[in-house]
């Protein structure tokens, strides 16, 4: 199995790369998640998945090992192919979707375009007890660290701040302390902003 590729990058697109290794052009399927990480530099290495069908072989790439961690989850669930999974993890950050499923937020998963109910549901059903063990959360401190960003956010988004600019400031917060109380995510947030 092909983990890894580090080669010259010849070719830059959001939906994908192509990495020239030796004379060799890999094309690589890659997340918005993953483009937007990408550095300028000549020499790119990214971890892959290889995936192996009757009709293709279909090499996807990330920038973090943590994304195809969980790539490689999501696929694991019935009726999350390989397209649908790069959909998740471009639509949402890595973080935002184990959290997701880690504190039974259905609404964020549906909120990913090809998800429907029934599938978010299957997602946090198969995923949940995966994503607490492998990056050990504790339960009670997903959910009210959900509750306060939830709240942060709706008192932000009162005071006239874009709620998707707002929520990217107030995850960089909760990242660096995940106890934080709504009113100090508040401050820190208006800091900021």
């Known amino acids: 199995m092909i983990t890894q590729i580090k080669g010259r990058l010849v070719e830059k697109n ?16 890659i997340s918005l998640h993953t483009f937007s990480l990408i550095p300028d530099d000549e020499i790119l290495k990214l971890f892959t998945h290889l995936q192996v069908r009757e009709d293709s072989h279909a090499l996807f790439g990330f ?9 490689r989850l999501l696929i694991s669930v019935s009726g999350i192919g390989s397209s649908t999974a790069r959909t998740m993890l471009s639509s949402l950050h ?11 937020d259905v609404g964020t998963i549906q909120s990913i375009k090809g998800i429907g109910a029934k599938t978010a549901q299957r997602v946090i059903l198969d995923l949940k007890d995966k994503i607490l063990k492998v990056y050990n959360i504790d339960e009670v401190s997903v959910s009210q660290s959900n509750t306060n960003k939830d709240e942060a956010l709706s008192a932000l988004e009162t005071l006239g701040f874009n709620r998707k600019q707002a929520e990217k400031v107030v ?11 709504v009113e100090n995510i508040i401050k820190q947030a208006l800091k900021n902003l």
Not at 17 to 27: L, S
Not at 94 to 104: H, R, T
Not at 171 to 181: A, N, R, V, Y
């Open 171 to 181: 995850d960089k917060i909760l990242k660096e302390s995940p106890t934080g109380t």
């Open 14 to 29: 959001p939906t994908d790369v192509v990495i020239d290794c030796n004379g060799v052009g890999y094309f690589l399927h």
């Open 94 to 104: 890595p973080d935002q979707i184990k959290d997701a499923i880690a504190s039974n």
């Open 63 to 71: 920038i973090e090992k943590s994304e195809r961690e969980i790539f």
